[in-house]
């Protein structure tokens, strides 16, 4: 059976950057978190999640986002979300005000950039 | 023979026997050396040789020690007298004590004194025993085992005793080696089914709008190399295979393991057929003592029905219409896997409408040998006419009409693939288990393009069902399987999707399940919750754009 979704991490410098591609449901989305979580380090300023490649999400992957918010403020560290504006998950992110509690910039490049 | 402990001396024969000594010396021989005996088992020829051999010669005890060639011992195997030997599994090295001496040199030993001898089995000085007399068991001059016997009482053996249990001992000899020849076969029979049987999938893929099945039926007397395989690949893909390693036993089923592996591998990389073919061709070239293939590999895509197929040296796909029409895929031929340098694959496509089946089969299934190939594949398509109810009854359709007794000289595989049909309504049965979640949007989204919906129409649909049979899945109570259901139907551009589940309320439990319900209200033209002791039942209904 094929993975629902790859995850590829990358560290550059202080910024994490976590590549999703496939779909997020509530089958995957604490795994792909707890492995997430797991690549930060304490030399770690921010993370950058990119969803460019993901086709589906849920609200199971909204709330891991809003974990990752949480978590991330107590350690002190920036959260941003790397989000093409005419992504297939705009919709559900927008529902759920995610791009309100979560800068989201278009691409990785900005996302990277915006984290001081 | 030798004589060892106390240094008496063996006698030999006491004077010549009376008429009826010599009756009851020619029963003996007779009683010991039965042609009858060796239509026993093992067990038994020994058990009834060793209640025999301590009738005639009148002694306490008497038990066989078998040789274990790998660890160089004895292992006791049959007794009387001393049933605590195998019992215990008392194990003796060659060379060492009384047995292991007596195989060691290979000849006959007498002990009348076991209080001072070299006796290494305490067993046999617990019983008490005073003599002993011992032979080789020796087949083609090879050692397999010992035979000794034992009294309580002094006693002093005669080489005519001797040579009785030689008699004996000979009798039992070749049945021991023959059976532990068997024993051996079996075993690797066996390990080699189970290696088999192993390397194939246990569980078929749950492929959604697609029913498929498989069949593996071992060869009567060796295993094979024969395997299958299902992927579910990316998209609405299905990957299916086959494969025929030449050859019989364990390497082939070794072989066919790695090739099964390397199959996946490529497949699952997303390589079409003719790709993982060439790959899988080169793979072999790199495997020691590699050996040849035969093996088609297939693409289809559920939602078109377009299959593309890729044989090496493989018989041809056959397809069954949902009308129950049977023909040959008329494929382009490449060679065999490992049979040529450089050799290139060749792709056919062709579609499958709902209903349509193929399947791929190893040449077991028409047993190739002595019939003119036409001939074969002439009956093998007549044996799939006919309309079939599902996968699983096309395999037995053909696995009747072909091979009836279940039982073939070479090994069997099949797997059959049929898309379904696909009438107005989708009705789906899901286990109350996350991973379901996934099989429920490609299902989904197969019905709505088949309904005319476009990517917004697909993609809000799809939110809210997932949101719907999510709420399903958390409110399924544990323990015991629980399952919910989905049914979408479509009247007038408009989609109504009611999922139900079986598990009592409960209110959504923080901002997530809150989360739920605003995406489904937000997706839907129209979404009711309908909360009962049995279950909840949400019904949604929306307009499709065709956007």
Same mark, same amino acid.
């Given at each position: 059976v094929i993975q629902l979704a790859r995850l590829q991490l990358r560290t550059t410098g202080e910024v994490v950057v976590a590549e999703i591609t496939g779909e997020i449901d509530m089958s995957n989305a604490t795994d792909l978190r707890g492995a997430i979580v797991g690549a930060l380090t304490n030399h770690t300023a921010g993370l950058v999640v990119d969803l460019a490649g993901v086709t589906y999400l849920d609200s199971a992957a909204i709330h891991v986002i809003y974990e990752l918010r949480e978590q991330l403020a107590n350690r002190g560290l920036q959260l941003r979300l790397a989000v093409p504006p005419e992504a297939p998950t705009q919709v559900a992110l927008r529902l759920s005000g995610v791009p309100d509690a979560v800068p989201t910039l278009a691409t990785v490049a900005e996302a990277e950039a915006s984290i001081d | 023979m030798h004589t060892r402990g106390t240094g008496q001396v063996l006698l030999g024969a006491a004077g010549?026997?009376?008429?009826?000594?010599?009756?009851?010396?020619?029963?003996?021989? *007779?009683?010991?050396?039965?042609?009858?005996?060796?239509?026993?088992?093992?067990?038994?020829?020994?058990?009834?040789?060793?209640?025999?051999v301590q009738e005639i010669l009148s002694v306490d005890t008497a038990a066989v020690l078998l040789l274990d060639p790998d660890a160089g011992e004895l292992v006791a195997r049959a007794a009387k007298g001393i049933e605590e030997e195998v019992e215990q599994g008392v194990r003796i090295p060659v060379g060492r004590g009384f047995a292991g001496r007596i195989a060691a040199e290979r000849t006959p030993i007498f002990i009348p004194d076991v209080d001072h001898a070299d006796v290494l089995n305490p067993l046999l000085r617990a019983a008490g025993i005073r003599s002993m007399l011992g032979v080789p068991l020796i087949v083609q001059s090879k050692v397999v085992g010992v035979l000794h016997v034992g009294t309580l009482h002094p006693r002093t053996f005669t080489s005519a005793d001797a040579a009785l249990l030689q008699l004996a001992a000979g009798r039992a000899a070749p049945a021991i080696e023959h059976a532990q020849l068997f024993d051996a076969l079996d075993r690797e029979h066996r390990s080699a089914v189970a290696l088999q049987r192993s390397l194939l999938p246990d569980v078929l893929p749950l492929v959604p709008e697609t029913d498929v099945a498989a069949r593996y039926l071992p060869a009567r007397d060796e295993v094979g190399g024969d395997w299958y395989d299902v992927l579910e690949l990316q998209g609405s893909h299905v990957g299916v295979a086959i494969g025929d390693v030449a050859g019989h036993g364990v390497r082939a089923a070794a072989l066919m393991g790695q090739l099964r592996t390397g199959m996946r591998a490529y497949a699952l990389e997303g390589h079409g057929p003719a790709a993982v073919l060439g790959l899988l061709d080169e793979l072999l070239q790199t495997i020691r003592g590699r050996g040849m293939a035969t093996a088609a590999y297939g693409v289809i895509d559920a939602e078109t029905g377009a299959l593309t197929v890729a044989?090496?040296?493989?018989?041809?796909?056959?397809?069954?219409?949902?009308?129950?029409?049977?023909?040959?895929?008329?494929?382009?031929?490449?060679?065999?896997?490992?049979?040529?340098?450089?050799?290139?694959?060749?792709?056919?496509?062709?579609?499958?409408?709902?209903?349509?089946?193929?399947?791929? *089969?190893?040449?077991?299934?028409?047993?190739?040998?002595?019939?003119?190939?036409?001939?074969?594949?002439?009956?093998?398509?007549?044996?799939?006419?006919?309309?079939?109810?599902?996968?699983?009854?096309?395999?037995?359709?053909?696995?009747?009409?072909?091979?009836?007794?279940?039982?073939?000289?070479?090994?069997?595989?099949?797997?059959?693939?049929?898309?379904?049909?696909?009438?107005?309504?989708?009705?789906?049965?899901?286990?109350?288990?996350?991973?379901?979640?996934?099989?429920?949007?490609?299902?989904?989204?197969?019905?709505?393009?088949?309904?005319?919906?476009?990517?917004?129409?697909?993609?809000?649909?799809?939110?809210?069902c997932g949101e719907a049979c999510a709420n399903a899945v958390e409110h399924a109570y544990p323990p015991g399987p629980a399952s919910f259901e989905l049914e979408a139907t479509i009247e007038d551009a408009t989609a109504t999707v009611a999922v139900r589940d079986h598990g009592g309320w409960r209110a959504p439990r923080g901002q997530n399940r809150g989360r739920g319900l605003t995406m489904m209200e937000a997706t839907m033209d129209e979404v009711e919750v309908l909360r009962s002791d049995t279950g909840t039942r949400v019904v949604m209904r929306r307009r499709l754009e065709g956007r």
């Open positions: - | 010549e026997p009376s008429l009826a000594e010599a009756g009851d010396q020619l029963l003996a021989v *007779y009683r010991l050396s039965d042609p009858t005996l060796s239509e026993l088992s093992l067990e038994r020829l020994l058990d009834e040789l060793l209640v025999r044989s090496a040296g493989h018989p041809p796909p056959l397809l069954v219409s949902a009308d129950g029409e049977a023909r040959l895929l008329d494929i382009r031929p490449s060679p065999p896997l490992g049979a040529l340098p450089f050799a290139s694959f060749h792709e056919t496509t062709t579609t499958l409408a709902p209903g349509d089946a193929v399947v791929l *089969y190893t040449d077991g299934l028409i047993e190739l040998r002595d019939v003119p190939l036409a001939e074969t594949l002439e009956t093998l398509r007549a044996a799939a006419a006919g309309v079939p109810r599902n996968a699983e009854a096309l395999c037995e359709q053909l696995l009747d009409a072909l091979v009836p007794t279940r039982a073939a000289d070479d090994d069997v595989a099949l797997v059959a693939l049929r898309r379904e049909l696909v009438d107005g309504a989708l009705r789906l049965r899901l286990a109350a288990d996350p991973d379901e979640l996934r099989r429920m949007r490609r299902s989904v989204t197969r019905w709505l393009r088949g309904n005319g919906a476009g990517d917004e129409d697909v993609r809000d649909v799809l939110l809210a």
